[in-house]
């Protein structure tokens, strides 16, 4: 009888602790879903910002260069004002001395 007692006592306490590991078993097994989730939902987002932080570099790429386009056109537009103060300054010179020649 006592045998009897000892294996249901060893049996209800193998069961005790089996059960035991099985909730930490299962809660590791709840928790590592929940990370597989996060992890992917970690990836989509992590890919969608490498796309917008491409798209933001082609951006500034595409202002970067329509400044560049804007000093182009200004220095342009400097040197062409130059040039033509030089041929007014040239026009006006040789407009007086033709006056003085003229007068003389």
Same mark, same amino acid.
């Given at each position: 009888?006592?045998?009897?007692?000892?294996?249901?006592?060893?049996? #209800?306490?193998?069961?005790?602790?089996?059960?035991?590991?099985?909730?930490?078993?299962?809660?590791?097994?709840?928790?590592?879903?929940?990370?597989?989730?996060?992890?992917?939902?970690?990836?989509?987002?992590?890919?969608?910002?490498?796309?917008?932080?491409?798209?933001?570099?082609?951006?500034?790429?595409?202002?970067?260069?329509?400044?560049?386009?804007?000093?182009?056109?200004?220095?342009?537009?400097?040197?062409?004002?130059?040039?033509?103060?030089?041929?007014?300054?040239?026009?006006?010179?040789?407009?007086?001395?033709?006056?003085?020649?003229? #007068?003389?």
């Amino acid at each position: 009888k006592r045998r009897r007692e000892a294996i249901a006592a060893a049996t #209800c306490l193998t069961e005790a602790l089996v059960d035991h590991l099985n909730v930490g078993v299962a809660q590791a097994y709840v928790n590592q879903r929940k990370l597989d989730h996060e992890v992917k939902t970690l990836q989509v987002q992590a890919s969608q910002f490498s796309k917008q932080t491409a798209q933001w570099i082609n951006m500034v790429e595409g202002f970067n260069q329509a400044l560049k386009e804007i000093g182009d056109v200004e220095n342009w537009a400097r040197s062409i004002e130059m040039d033509m103060r030089t041929i007014a300054t040239a026009l006006e010179y040789v407009h007086k001395g033709h006056l003085q020649s003229t #007068c003389s």
